[in-house]
């Protein structure tokens, strides 16, 4: 054996010798200049970052290709610079293999073995190819070309070629995975019913909350000005909201509830539009307002569209019970959830993630967000439906929220009957380095760490003394226990049909 191992380097070497007398022995021309300047612009990358630059102007799977061959790039270039041309120590072609006019000048100094030009230019046209086909064919001879211009320059041996070129191979299938393309998402639907027209707002009462992050003293004017028969009021800090949204609900001739605020207090309002089967209207005010996005009335011509017209549609709504205090004396809170419920680091992340994306865009900034709350974050221990588990995240969607990954954005269908839960664990060994590669490989939908399931019931409770838990963004200390169920079709909503 130890003969064989022997004679390995010199079977190569013979090898490489042969290859290279063949190219010394290959007429000078102009050929020589192509493959020189060739070489020379694939230095560091360069060649095939401008490729990914122009090919990144153009949108869907072109762009996803300069990534995934950029992705390979990278991986090939560093396995071939840190580590093998460490552990694989050679000496470089000498000026007498071939002819002076062909030879590169200056001559690299680092290890001949492997070529570090050869997994770059394979790396990248063989990532790119793997998601668009007609690209790495079209990148493919350029790919050669560099690899070849290697010897012919006299900058490598073959054999380092052959396993520069294999090392670029296996980045671009490693990395296949990574930052996969998102399945497409369903089309929008629902379940249409009629609802009570208000032309110019008549039969409609709206309660502002003035506490909302977009609030100004012109908000309740500009609403009485697009509905000039509603009846508005608002609610101050010193008011309850709950019960000032109660006392609209019952007012006389009031035939559906308006609401202008965020999560939380659309989550309220939906509580008693239920409790008095009133249809809701819900228009764009507050910090946030998600539900106002997924009925269809992200803006105040949508809303008004829909109220004239009687549009609207059926919505499932979850119910929360939350017990909260010592054991001696326990809270029960009944509570309406439209969106989300969280527990853990989640809505960290949501902030950081909404603080970066104006800056940076929706992926960049979520895998930042990620990153830095990750980093630093500690997890915590629930008992979900039972079972006892250590938790970064915990959230609860009600309804199917897309894309299907630690960033859940567009709900589709309001009315499908299920609570999305999504757990990323800590309870797997190294769980922090799990999860940090996965956020930089853009793998955690489908990294073990991540569970995703749908429930039409949930049963969470902390494993140790109280949780914090987040419902529609209202943050909740304290919390012993709290239950989810789905109440099917239970919430009528105005949104136009079209």
């Known amino acids: 054996m130890r003969s064989m191992l022997r004679k390995a380097p010199s079977r190569v070497g013979k090898f490489d010798r042969k290859l290279v007398r063949a190219v010394s022995g290959l007429p000078g021309g102009s050929h020589d200049d192509f493959f020189r300047r060739l070489s020379a612009s694939a230095n560091k990358g360069k060649l095939w970052f401008g490729i990914a630059a122009v090919m990144a102007l153009f949108p869907g799977r072109t762009r996803r290709a300069a990534l995934h061959g950029v992705l390979a790039q990278a991986v090939a270039s560093a396995v071939t610079n840190v580590g093998f041309?460490?552990?694989?120590?050679?000496?470089?072609?000498?000026?007498?293999?071939?002819?002076?006019?062909?030879?590169?000048?200056?001559?690299?100094?680092?290890?001949?073995?492997?070529?570090?030009?050869?997994?770059?230019?394979?790396?990248?046209?063989?990532?790119?190819?793997?998601?668009?086909?007609?690209?790495?064919?079209?990148?493919?001879?350029?790919?050669?070309?560099?690899?070849?211009?290697?010897v012919h320059t006299g900058a490598?041996?073959?054999?380092?070629?052959?396993?520069?070129?294999?090392?670029?191979?296996?980045a671009a299938l490693v990395t296949r995975k990574w930052w996969p393309v998102r399945p497409p998402i369903p089309e929008l639907t629902r379940t249409p019913v009629k609802a009570a027209e208000l032309p110019e707002g008549e039969g409609l009462g709206i309660a502002?909350?003035?506490?909302?992050?977009?609030?100004?003293?012109?908000?309740?004017?500009?609403?009485?000005?697009?509905?000039?028969?509603?009846?508005?009021?608002?609610?101050?800090?010193?008011?309850?909201?709950?019960?000032?949204?109660a006392r609209v609900a019952c007012r006389p001739g009031i035939v559906a509830l308006g609401v202008w605020g965020g999560d939380g207090t659309v989550g309220t309002a939906a509580a008693a539009a239920v409790e008095h089967s009133l249809p809701l209207l819900v228009l764009p005010g507050g910090t946030l307002n998600h539900f106002a996005r997924d009925a269809g009335t992200p803006t105040l011509i949508s809303a008004v569209k829909a109220a004239s017209r009687g549009e609207?549609?059926?919505?499932?709504?979850?119910?929360?019970?939350?017990?909260?205090?010592?054991?001696?004396?326990?809270?029960l809170l009944h509570l309406t959830m439209l969106n989300t419920a969280s527990v853990g680091l989640y809505p960290n992340l949501v902030r950081r993630r909404e603080l970066l994306q104006p800056a940076l865009g929706k992926p960049l900034a979520g895998v930042v967000a990620m990153l830095r709350t990750f980093a630093a974050g500690t997890p915590t221990t629930l008992i979900v439906d039972g079972v006892r588990h250590k938790l970064w995240i915990l959230y609860i969607g009600r309804g199917r929220y897309y894309p299907r990954d630690h960033a859940p954005l567009v709900r589709p269908v309001l009315d499908d009957g299920v609570f999305d839960l999504r757990m990323i664990t800590a309870d797997e060994s190294f769980a922090r380095l799990?999860?940090?590669?996965?956020?930089l490989t853009g793998t955690v939908a489908t990294s073990r760490i991540t569970h995703l399931s749908e429930s039409s019931s949930i049963h969470v409770e902390p494993g140790d003394t109280s949780m914090v838990l987040a419902v529609d963004g209202e943050v909740m200390p304290g919390v012993r226990g709290v239950e989810f169920s789905v109440a099917p079709g239970a919430l009528t909503y105005y949104s136009p049909a079209s």
Do not use: C
């Open 85 to 150: 041309k460490t552990l694989l120590p050679r000496a470089r072609p000498l000026p007498e293999h071939l002819p002076v006019f062909r030879f590169v000048h200056p001559q690299p100094t680092s290890s001949s073995m492997p070529s570090g030009h050869s997994a770059s230019a394979v790396a990248f046209a063989l990532g790119a190819g793997l998601v668009r086909p007609a690209l790495g064919a079209a990148l493919a001879p350029l790919a050669a070309g560099v690899a070849y211009s290697r």
């Open 156 to 170: 490598h041996w073959p054999s380092d070629v052959f396993f520069g070129s294999a090392i670029g191979a296996g």
């Open 208 to 245: 502002v909350n003035t506490l909302g992050g977009s609030y100004a003293a012109e908000t309740a004017a500009a609403l009485q000005k697009v509905f000039p028969k509603a009846y508005i009021t608002e609610v101050t800090r010193h008011e309850d909201l709950a019960e000032e949204i």
């Open 312 to 331: 609207a549609a059926r919505a499932d709504v979850g119910r929360v019970s939350v017990e909260r205090g010592l054991p001696d004396s326990p809270e």
């Open 434 to 439: 799990r999860l940090l590669w996965s956020v």
